[in-house]
């Protein structure tokens, strides 16, 4: 089980909105009727993206009655996996991937940025209010080293010039476009190829 802290605050009620029930529909459209509680983890990610970002006890117990399936199972994968948020992160979740690849290249840097701008303890809002960061583990983009993940978008090739550019722009509520902060294109090597010790077009 998760050591994930439960907010304190919890609303009473929760609902899809008409938006929101509509995907559910469509995504239980993908699953036989007998086992429709395989879309409990979509329905906890369209619960997050509604609730600002995070998921309250009232929406797992919604989630739970719709799916017709115990509450303790949504409870159960809820607190599992990193991606969902049991208590208010802001507008702008900031994960800062800290494994060795992004470790070598300056994600130190980048913690250290992230206390100074937003708060300095993880998981604490910002005193604006509009975001949070936290540590994590190996966010797939090792390629990219370092980079950090702003809600679902990855901002790569980091250094301490362009985080600050970043972390200023979620805190102004003008986020900039996710990608490659030195150009490249997806996974692109930097430089034209090399083959022999000579550069070729």
């Known amino acids: 089980m998760s050591l994930k802290k439960i907010h304190d605050d919890q609303p009473k009620e929760f609902k899809f909105s008409n938006e929101n029930l509509k995907k559910a529909e469509n995504i239980l459209k993908r699953y036989p009727e007998k086992n429709k509680k395989s879309a409990v983890m979509p329905f906890l990610y369209?619960?997050?993206r509604q609730n600002n970002n995070w998921i309250p006890l009232a929406a797992m117990k919604y989630i739970a009655k719709f799916l017709?399936?115990?509450y303790i199972s949504v409870y159960e994968i809820a607190t599992f996996y990193?991606?969902?948020n049991l208590a208010p992160v802001g507008k702008y979740f900031v994960q800062v991937c800290t494994t060795t690849p992004c470790l070598l290249r300056g994600s130190d840097k980048i913690v250290k940025l992230c206390k100074e701008k937003i708060s300095h303890k993880e998981n604490e809002i910002s005193k604006k209010g509009n975001c949070s960061w936290m540590e994590v583990e190996c966010l797939g983009a090792c390629v990219s080293a370092p980079m950090?993940?702003?809600n679902?978008?990855?901002y790569e090739d980091l250094d301490e010039k362009s985080t600050i550019k970043i972390l200023d722009s979620i805190l102004n509520d003008k986020p900039l476009k996710p990608?490659?902060?030195r150009g490249r294109k997806n996974?692109?090597?930097e430089n034209k190829p090399v083959l022999n010790g000579e550069?070729?077009?």
């Open 199 to 201: 550069k070729h077009a």
């Open 68 to 70: 017709s399936m115990p």
């Open 187 to 189: 996974t692109a090597p």
């Open 179 to 181: 990608g490659s902060f």
């Open 152 to 154: 679902d978008d990855y």
């Open 46 to 48: 369209l619960a997050q």
């Open 148 to 150: 950090i993940q702003i």
């Open 82 to 84: 990193t991606m969902y």
